[in-house]
C-alpha cells in the first residue's frame, strides 16, 4: 500500500531563504507527482505537476524534482516571501490502474518578514 | 483561468440528513473526483468518476454515499444519511486526461451536528 511521508512537518524562515520540501513514497511505480499549495480553510492549487518519466519541473521560484528509484521529491522554493506561507502538500499518481492521488502529510511553511 | 467551482462553501447538516454536494468542473475535462479532509488529517480519496459512471471508490466510499453528473455540467456527492465522523472538507477535482493533472475546487466544508 502506498504511503506518502514529507518533512518536515512545520518550517518557519525568515523571508529570502532559499527553502527544500521533501516527500517521499514506498511504492516506486508511480504514474506522476503533483505538488499542491493549501491556505487555511482553502482548496488546493496546484502548482507542478512531474510525469513519471521526468525528472524535474519549474515555474518561476519553483522547482519540483522526482527521483522515482528512491521514491522521493522535493519542492525547491527560492527568495522565500511571506505570501508563500501555506500548507505544501504532495500527492501522488499511485500506479498505472488507477488514476487516484495519494496525498502526502503536508508540510506548514511559515515565512516572516 | 478555468476553475472547478463548489457550492455551498459550507454546509451545517443535523445527523441522519442527506446532504448534497454540488460542483461543476472544467468544461472540457473528462475525469472527476472527490476528496475529503478531516481537519488535522490527509486528503483521501473517496471516489472516481468517467464515463457517466465510477470507475474507482475507496472503502470510505460506502452506501451512504452516490455520486451523479445529472447534466452536462453538474457533479454531485449525495450523503445519505450523515454521521458526525462526515464532518470534513470535501474537494471536488477534475482533469482532462489521467496525466494531465488534478485541478480543485476550493472545497465544501460539512459540518455534522
Known amino acids: 500500500k502506498q504511503e506518502v511521508t514529507q518533512i518536515p512537518a512545520a518550517l518557519s524562515v525568515p523571508e529570502g531563504e532559499n527553502l527544500v520540501l521533501n516527500c517521499s513514497f514506498t511504492d516506486s511505480a508511480i504514474y506522476n507527482l503533483q505538488w499542491f499549495r493549501q491556505d487555511p480553510g482553502k482548496g488546493l492549487t496546484s502548482l507542478l505537476l512531474?510525469?513519471?518519466?521526468?525528472r524535474e519541473q519549474t515555474s518561476g521560484r519553483l522547482n519540483a524534482s522526482l527521483d522515482k528509484s528512491s521514491g522521493r521529491s522535493t519542492l525547491y522554493i527560492a527568495a522565500s516571501q511571506p505570501g508563500d506561507s501555506a500548507t505544501y502538500l504532495c500527492a501522488v499518481g499511485d500506479s498505472y490502474n488507477t488514476d487516484k492521488l495519494i496525498f502526502g502529510t503536508g508540510t506548514r511553511l511559515q515565512v516572516f518578514p | 483561468e478555468p476553475e472547478v467551482t463548489q457550492t455551498p462553501s459550507h454546509q451545517v447538516t443535523q445527523m441522519g440528513q442527506e446532504v448534497i454536494l454540488r460542483c461543476v468542473p472544467i468544461s472540457n475535462h473528462l475525469y472527476f473526483y472527490w476528496y475529503r479532509q478531516i481537519l488535522g488529517q490527509k486528503v483521501e480519496f473517496l471516489v472516481s468518476f468517467y464515463n457517466n459512471e465510477i470507475s474507482e471508490k475507496s472503502e470510505i466510499f460506502d452506501d451512504q454515499f452516490s455520486v451523479e453528473r445529472p447534466d452536462g455540467s453538474n457533479f454531485t456527492l449525495k450523503i445519505r444519511s450523515t454521521k458526525l465522523e462526515d464532518s470534513a472538507m470535501y474537494f471536488c477535482?477534475?482533469?482532462?486526461?489521467?496525466?494531465?493533472?488534478?485541478?480543485f475546487g476550493s472545497g465544501t466544508r460539512l459540518t455534522v451536528v
Open positions: 512531474i510525469q513519471s518519466s521526468q
Open positions: 477535482a477534475s482533469s482532462g486526461r489521467q496525466d494531465s493533472g488534478y485541478t
